[in-house]
């Protein structure tokens, strides 16, 4: 049965200053460019869009999908102890599952919380987007968290604004989401000595030319130019106003779903749910650029 696309796209908003859901598109099918430029407005509109229904969606698919976004960075390799892509023909596939095949885990993230967090902040170029979409969930738990960056700096008082204009933040890259040492990282005691990035507090989104904060992760996070007393209760402040309530929305998932964020002006964070039950999702990211 061959699907009809609709010359127009239903855009629902579903949390306050984030999040909209995208009716009447099959993601499964080819989508006319008028359709494409409309999901490209809502992107920038609402931070994240949710596709609902969309079960059955091939890798193929998915990809496909996602490169109507960008150009797709390739996936870390999370196959533990193999040292080869999570799907070989698809290297920009990233499995986020706590499924374990003959001992080994076939994704990242497990099962436990993911921590609030930009996707790769402590790269020197950032990606603009993720998509994941979702094939196996729990019966409870997992949800996805989002926070509005736009938001969150908006509502600063006018005077810490003026504080972070021109300061830079050292983004930690010596640990994941879920605060797992990487792989030849040392371990980091003096947010002094992090090793990561350095990007500006606030910085501009490159389409909107809307500014937001730009916080990364927390732990091993430095303000060069301040006194490690005076970066952590900065960083702290900042980080207590960005995950207020009033900024944020949860996904809570079901199969089906696609989800998009843009990595340049959220954050996101995962609630951890039963091990013995299972998740996967594949998530793409797409490449972005030098926060600014």
């Known amino acids: 049965m061959t699907a009809i696309v609709t010359s127009k796209i239903t855009v629902t908003a579903i949390g306050k200053t984030l999040g909209a859901e995208i ?12 359709i494409v430029a409309q999901i490209m407005d809502a992107w920038f509109q609402h931070l994240v869009l949710r596709f609902r229904g969309q079960q059955g969606m091939s890798t193929q698919q998915l990809v496909n ?5 960008g150009e797709l960075d390739r996936a870390p390799i999370t196959t533990v102890g193999t040292g080869k892509p999570y799907l ?4 920009e596939i990233t499995a ?5 095949v003959d001992g080994k885990p076939i994704g990242g993230l497990g099962s436990y919380e993911a921590e609030w967090h930009t996707d790769m902040s402590y790269k020197e170029e950032t990606p603009s987007a993720s998509l994941l979409y979702s094939i196996e969930i729990p019966p409870s738990g997992g949800d996805t ?47 002094r000595q992090t090793v990561g990035a350095v990007h500006p507090i606030v910085r501009t989104h490159p389409i909107t030319k809307r500014k937001a904060l730009f916080l ?15 970066s952590e209760a900065l960083l702290d402040e900042l980080w207590a106003h960005a995950i207020k309530p009033e900024f944020t929305w949860a996904q809570q998932w079901q199969v089906g779903d696609l989800l998009i964020w843009d990595n340049r002006c959220t954050m996101h964070r995962r609630d951890s749910f039963d091990p013995n039950a299972r998740r996967l999702m594949h998530r793409t990211q797409v490449k972005g650029d030098r926060p600014f």
């Open 65 to 69: 999908f996602s490169k109507l976004f």
């Open 145 to 191: 968290w989002f926070s509005s960056m736009y938001a969150a700096y908006e509502a600063l008082p006018d005077d810490l604004k003026r504080k972070i204009a021109s300061l830079k933040c050292v983004h930690d890259a010596s640990r994941n989401s879920a605060g797992m040492l990487r792989k030849g990282f040392k371990e980091v005691t003096d947010p």
């Open 216 to 230: 990364g992760r927390r732990r091993n996070a430095y303000i060069p130019g301040l006194s490690l007393e005076e």
């Open 88 to 91: 070989s023909e698809f290297p």
């Open 96 to 100: 986020i599952s706590n499924i374990v």
């Open 23 to 34: 009716n009447g598109v099959d993601l499964r099918q080819a989508i006319p460019t008028e």
